[in-house]
């Protein structure tokens, strides 16, 4: 008994019960008996609909027979049937008409063909066409006709589909009936068959008799009884009597016969077929409606039973809902709290060193079943291990980026350390191989050093590198410029004057610069990127172009929600991290970063910057200018260099310069310019012009170059933030 009352409490027995007899039943009864029953009925409607329009349709045909046979009679010579012609053409257009409406939005190819009547009633009126081919014109629309009275869509009931195929045999006879009395009425006119007229009597003949001899076998009694009787009146004798003449005179043998009788009795043959096939048809469509209201009546029984069935199951399914679904419900509402409020809230608290245990249990209501009750227990297990996983998940990323933040930390420190001795190191150097040795040497530390801070900005670390003041856009985007590899691919078009805070200033040159990174990565090597500055409204937009082989929409979707700081960086791929750093950087300054395609290929990333990072266009004082360069051969051309508003002479790209040969007296191996120690610069700086004599001339000697690159590294001297940071401290 225990045993028994414990299966009766678990969710199957409870299920089983409740829905064992009215599954079983509206199964059966839908799977046998439902589906037949539906489809007998609806091809019963169909057939019924189907009837009535192949009866309009015969209708159709006898009134498009009529027009053809006196069309082509008045052709032939027979001109007394000429006034017959519009009548029957009226009756005709009428009975289309008649048919299009019942057709409703059905489409009727055979019924849009009759839309060439006008042309064929056309030609014969003018005597464009021949008697044949205005024969073979209306023949074929005729055929078609013929054609959609075939096919019916029926059951599998024999009777129905006896009647269906003796009305199609008998249309069939009615054509060509119709076909011989237009025929032999022009040979009778003419006195002789001509040329293989008489081999076509044979086949219309033959024709018909085999449609005859099939209409014999599928005629129900009644409608062979009425063949029988059509055949034997008088019209049809008087018919058969001359045809008779007709297959005796042969071939090119004068035919004496009355052509008024011959067309007045086959007339009547064509209307009593007529009335045959309607008997046949309203037959065939009684039967139909037949077979539809059965189908109807045992479609009633089985709605009730079905009904009967589903009244039971939901009287089942009412007293069950107590014991099933509010347990469930309860059970279901507890397990999304756990999974969206509690659980989430004690991992947060876990990760931020508050361990005060995992969430409370989920409480099972009073009277569950031991389904439900097992089902607790089991999320219980699963809140537990869980919370144990998230908490062991929340420390291992503390540690982590604590790991990541100290190893960025002890990178940045050593690599600033790193630039000021290599500073030093410069202003002690004379030899211009050594000179040009620590010049890479510094680039590359350069490089590093942004790196040790991408570690930084992954696990939110704040760089201690900060500007005090504004700064102008333009030198935070040259600064991004000198920290790239491949920095003389970079060329700088139109950039809008700006200014922007200087504590954004450090993070918005390392985003540009992991930018410019990727954008010279993707590019080919002999292939510029170009970067734009305007100010949009009260914001400003940077672009950064290359021409290199693009994204697909895909990845471009992809890497816009890296940018968009989606996702974790320690799950992601290891090539898209300057994607992750860029994403940070862009969410802590609040500047919106996307790629989006270029122009012609390749890819621009636009960077929109909020006005609140954009400072009041102060002027700054300009700095010292730099000393002379010791003297060397120059050109006999003047080069004079634009002031910019601090001396941060970075990258000035204007357009892009041939290179000069590497390894030169003054270069080092890579081109960079051997910087001259600034005690053999002292010289005072000479006096600022005014602005329209401080144009730009800029040369494409290695002299001009020289000089651009000298005043570069002075700049860069001055005013990088590292230098700046380090004298502060």
Same mark, same amino acid.
Request: hydrophobic share 40%.
């Given at each position: 008994?225990?045993?028994?009352?414990?299966?009766?409490?678990?969710?199957?027995?409870?299920?089983?019960?409740?829905?064992?007899?009215?599954?079983?039943?509206?199964?059966?009864?839908?799977?046998?008996?439902?589906?037949?029953?539906?489809?007998?009925?609806?091809?019963?409607?169909?057939?019924?609909?189907?009837?009535?329009?192949?009866?309009?349709?015969?209708?159709?045909?006898?009134?498009?027979?009529?027009?053809?046979?006196?069309?082509?009679?008045?052709?032939?010579?027979?001109?007394?049937?000429?006034?017959?012609?519009?009548?029957?053409?009226?009756?005709?257009?009428?009975?289309?008409?008649?048919?299009?409406?019942?057709?409703?939005?059905?489409?009727?190819?055979?019924?849009?063909?009759?839309?060439?009547?006008?042309?064929?009633?056309?030609?014969?009126?003018?005597?464009?066409?021949?008697?044949?081919?205005?024969?073979?014109?209306?023949?074929?629309?005729?055929?078609?006709?013929?054609?959609?009275?075939?096919?019916?869509?029926?059951?599998?009931?024999?009777?129905?589909?006896?009647?269906?195929?003796?009305?199609?045999?008998?249309?069939?006879?009615?054509?060509?009936?119709?076909?011989?009395?237009?025929?032999?009425? %022009? !040979?009778?006119? *003419?006195?002789?068959?001509?040329?293989?007229?008489? #081999?076509?009597? =044979? @086949? $219309?003949? /033959?024709? +018909?008799?085999?449609?005859?001899?099939?209409?014999?076998?599928?005629?129900?009694?009644?409608?062979?009884?009425?063949?029988?009787?059509?055949?034997?009146?008088?019209?049809?004798?008087?018919?058969?009597?001359?045809?008779?003449?007709?297959?005796?005179?042969?071939?090119?043998?004068?035919?004496?016969?009355?052509?008024?009788?011959?067309?007045?009795?086959?007339?009547?043959?064509?209307?009593?077929?007529?009335?045959?096939?309607?008997?046949?048809?309203?037959?065939?469509?009684?039967?139909?409606?037949?077979?539809?209201?059965?189908?109807?009546?045992?479609? %009633? !029984?089985?709605? *009730?039973?079905?009904?009967?069935?589903?009244?039971? #199951?939901?009287? =089942? @399914? $009412?007293? /069950?809902? +107590?014991?099933?679904?509010?347990?469930?419900?309860?059970?279901?509402?507890?397990?999304?709290?756990?999974?969206?409020?509690?659980?989430?809230?004690?991992?947060?608290?876990?990760?931020?060193?508050?361990?005060?245990?995992?969430?409370?249990?989920?409480?099972?209501?009073?009277?569950?079943?031991?389904?439900?009750?097992?089902?607790?227990?089991?999320?219980?297990?699963?809140?537990?291990?869980?919370?144990?996983?998230?908490?062991?998940?929340?420390?291992?990323?503390?540690?982590?980026?604590?790991?990541?933040?100290?190893?960025?930390?002890?990178?940045?420190?050593?690599?600033?350390?790193?630039?000021?001795?290599?500073?030093?190191?410069?202003?002690?150097?004379?030899?211009?191989?050594?000179?040009?040795?620590?010049?890479?040497?510094?680039?590359?530390?350069?490089?590093?050093?942004?790196?040790?801070?991408?570690?930084?900005?992954?696990?939110?670390?704040?760089?201690?590198?900060?500007?005090?003041?504004?700064?102008?856009?333009?030198?935070?985007?040259?600064?991004?410029?000198?920290?790239?590899?491949?920095?003389?691919?970079?060329?700088?078009?139109?950039?809008?004057?700006?200014?922007?805070?200087?504590?954004?200033?450090?993070?918005?040159?390392?985003?540009?610069?992991?930018?410019?990174?990727?954008?010279?990565?993707?590019?080919?090597?002999?292939?510029?990127?170009?970067?734009?500055?305007?100010?949009?409204?009260?914001?400003?937009?940077?672009?950064?172009?290359?021409?290199?082989?693009?994204?697909?929409?895909?990845?471009?979707?992809?890497?816009?929600?890296?940018?968009?700081?989606?996702?974790?960086?320690?799950?992601?791929?290891?090539?898209?991290?300057?994607?992750?750093?860029?994403?940070?950087?862009?969410?802590?300054?609040?500047?919106?970063?996307?790629?989006?395609?270029?122009?012609?290929?390749?890819?621009?990333?636009?960077?929109?910057?909020?006005?609140?990072?954009?400072?009041?266009?102060?002027?700054?004082?300009?700095?010292?200018?730099?000393?002379?360069?010791?003297?060397?051969?120059?050109?006999?051309?003047?080069?004079?260099?634009?002031?910019?508003?601090?001396?941060?002479?970075?990258?000035?790209?204007?357009?892009?310069?041939?290179?000069?040969?590497?390894?030169?007296?003054?270069?080092?191996?890579?081109?960079?310019?051997?910087?001259?120690?600034?005690?053999?610069?002292?010289?005072?700086?000479?006096?600022?012009?005014?602005?329209?004599?401080?144009?730009?001339?800029?040369?494409?000697?290695?002299?001009?170059?020289?000089?651009?690159?000298?005043?570069?590294?002075?700049?860069?001297?001055?005013?990088?933030?590292?230098?700046?940071?380090?004298?502060?401290?």
């Amino acid at each position: 008994m225990a045993r028994r009352t414990e299966r009766d409490q678990t969710i199957r027995g409870r299920v089983v019960r409740m829905l064992a007899l009215p599954l079983a039943a509206m199964l059966a009864l839908l799977a046998v008996i439902y589906g037949n029953e539906i489809g007998r009925y609806r091809n019963a409607t169909a057939t019924a609909h189907r009837v009535t329009l192949i009866l309009g349709l015969q209708s159709l045909i006898q009134e498009l027979q009529n027009e053809r046979g006196l069309t082509v009679a008045v052709i032939g010579g027979n001109t007394a049937f000429r006034d017959r012609i519009a009548p029957a053409r009226a009756r005709v257009d009428s009975q289309r008409a008649t048919v299009r409406s019942a057709l409703g939005g059905t489409a009727s190819a055979a019924l849009d063909s009759l839309t060439d009547l006008g042309r064929i009633r056309d030609r014969a009126d003018a005597g464009q066409d021949a008697r044949d081919d205005t024969f073979d014109a209306y023949t074929k629309l005729i055929e078609g006709l013929g054609d959609d009275t075939r096919h019916l869509e029926i059951v599998d009931d024999l009777d129905l589909r006896r009647d269906a195929e003796s009305l199609e045999m008998l249309t069939e006879v009615k054509e060509a009936t119709a076909q011989e009395w237009v025929f032999l009425d %022009g !040979v009778i006119t *003419a006195g002789r068959f001509q040329t293989g007229e008489f #081999s076509r009597l =044979l @086949a $219309i003949a /033959a024709n +018909r008799d085999l449609a005859l001899g099939e209409f014999d076998e599928f005629a129900d009694p009644q409608a062979a009884a009425a063949k029988t009787a059509l055949l034997s009146s008088g019209a049809a004798q008087q018919a058969r009597a001359v045809e008779a003449a007709a297959l005796r005179a042969g071939d090119r043998q004068r035919l004496q016969a009355d052509a008024g009788s011959w067309w007045a009795s086959v007339a009547t043959m064509l209307d009593e077929m007529t009335a045959l096939a309607g008997q046949i048809g309203d037959h065939t469509l009684a039967r139909a409606q037949d077979l539809r209201e059965r189908a109807t009546l045992r479609l %009633g !029984v089985l709605s *009730a039973i079905v009904l009967l069935c589903l009244a039971g #199951s939901a009287y =089942l @399914a $009412i007293g /069950a809902t +107590r014991s099933l679904a509010e347990p469930l419900a309860a059970l279901a509402a507890e397990a999304d709290r756990l999974a969206g409020e509690r659980l989430p809230v004690a991992v947060r608290r876990a990760a931020a060193g508050d361990d005060a245990g995992p969430p409370d249990p989920i409480p099972v209501i009073p009277g569950a079943s031991a389904e439900v009750r097992r089902v607790a227990d089991a999320l219980d297990r699963v809140r537990t291990t869980a919370y144990a996983l998230a908490t062991e998940q929340a420390r291992i990323r503390r540690g982590t980026a604590e790991s990541l933040a100290d190893l960025g930390r002890r990178n940045q420190n050593l690599l600033r350390r790193q630039l000021g001795f290599i500073t030093r190191l410069e202003r002690e150097e004379s030899s211009p191989g050594g000179l040009a040795n620590l010049f890479e040497l510094d680039h590359l530390a350069t490089r590093m050093r942004r790196n040790a801070e991408s570690l930084l900005v992954l696990v939110g670390a704040a760089s201690p590198r900060q500007w005090p003041g504004p700064l102008p856009l333009s030198d935070v985007i040259r600064a991004a410029v000198s920290e790239v590899e491949e920095y003389r691919r970079v060329v700088l078009r139109r950039l809008d004057d700006a200014m922007v805070q200087g504590t954004v200033a450090t993070g918005l040159a390392h985003m540009l610069a992991e930018l410019i990174e990727n954008g010279l990565t993707f590019s080919p090597p002999d292939v510029e990127v170009e970067i734009h500055g305007r100010r949009i409204g009260d914001g400003y937009l940077i672009a950064v172009c290359d021409q290199g082989v693009g994204m697909s929409e895909e990845d471009l979707a992809r890497a816009n929600q890296r940018l968009r700081g989606e996702g974790d960086f320690m799950t992601g791929p290891a090539k898209y991290l300057g994607h992750y750093v860029v994403g940070r950087l862009a969410a802590e300054m609040n500047a919106d970063v996307r790629l989006t395609p270029s122009a012609v290929t390749g890819v621009t990333a636009r960077i929109s910057l909020p006005a609140d990072l954009l400072a009041a266009d102060l002027p700054i004082a300009p700095s010292p200018a730099p000393a002379p360069p010791r003297e060397q051969p120059r050109t006999t051309e003047p080069v004079r260099i634009r002031p910019r508003a601090l001396e941060v002479d970075y990258v000035v790209v204007t357009e892009r310069q041939t290179p000069p040969e590497l390894g030169g007296p003054d270069r080092t191996a890579n081109g960079l310019r051997k910087r001259i120690p600034r005690a053999r610069r002292a010289e005072p700086a000479p006096a600022r012009t005014s602005r329209d004599d401080t144009t730009v001339n800029l040369i494409d000697s290695p002299d001009a170059v020289r000089d651009r690159l000298t005043a570069l590294r002075d700049g860069i001297q001055r005013g990088t933030f590292v230098t700046t940071s380090e004298e502060h401290r």
